[in-house]
């Protein structure tokens, strides 16, 4: 089968229609979480789950004991380069974030080979994505930049993105998180991704839920159709 990568900021919705795409899409799909967040991850190595544990421990101890911080303790998050920064400790992150990503994408091809969709929850790309602008402006560690180059350029991309958009005025006013700025930088990251990737559909997130749920179903059944008829060229992209 293929793979379909499910992104939005938060308040797009997505979660809601991840959930109804997993309860009744009409192909068999499996979900699998390629995102950034260890604790989100249906699917990750111990080692990745050992290291989150000890950084969210950490950081509450800093924090005297604050668990509302833990889900803003990502991993994965880009440092600036650091005189203190230990190399050994710094290869070993990455080595381990390589063979986490690695392990995930293992098993999607293992769901496809079994002839499911695969729904990714987010995607590494994407979730990065503003990091790449915040690099741009500061001096970024080497492990940092290595991973940044395995996920453009060696990791499998999704065969499809499906981007739940909306202005980040409403997104604010669904959900009140971050700020309207914030996540106005975040959407132009993502567009500007999503204009370097194959198959980057956006899906009004302003709709009700069951038009948006219906229009990505319909996108999804669309380049499976293709797909099935070997109406997708080489590249991956549909014809017209």
């Known amino acids: 089968m293929f793979t379909v990568a499910l992104i939005g900021l938060d308040g797009a919705g997505k979660t809601t ?3 109804k795409l997993r309860e009744s899409f009409p192909l068999p799909m499996k979900y699998l979480y390629m ?67 690695s392990y995930r994408q293992v098993v999607s091809w293992g769901y496809q080979l079994r002839g499911n969709i695969v729904l990714y929850d987010r995607h590494y790309l994407f979730d990065f994505a503003l990091i790449d602008l915040e690099s741009k402006t500061q001096k970024v560690r080497l492990s940092d930049r290595l991973h940044r180059w395995f996920i453009t350029r060696v990791l499998a991309r999704p065969d499809m993105v499906i981007f739940l958009d909306a202005p980040p005025e409403v997104l604010y ?3 009140g998180e971050w700020s309207v700025e914030y996540l106005r930088e975040r959407r132009e990251a993502v567009l500007y991704q999503g204009e370097k990737t194959l198959n980057f559909i956006r899906v009004d ?35 017209a």
């Open 173 to 175: 006013a669904r959900k």
């Open 35 to 101: 995102g950034i967040n260890i604790d989100s991850s249906n699917v990750a190595l111990p080692t990745s789950r050992l290291a989150h544990a000890l950084k969210k421990y950490k950081q509450r101890k800093k924090h005297g004991g604050d668990k509302s911080l833990d889900s803003k303790a990502l991993y994965h998050q880009v440092r600036p380069k650091s005189k203190k920064s230990n190399p050994v400790r710094s290869a070993l992150r990455l080595l381990n974030r390589v063979a986490d990503e």
């Open 205 to 239: 997130a302003t709709q009700p839920v069951e038009k948006v749920y219906d229009d990505v179903c319909r996108n999804i059944l669309r380049f499976h159709e293709a797909k099935k008829s070997g109406k997708v060229h080489r590249n991956g992209k549909p014809e």
């Open 17 to 19: 229609i991840s959930d």
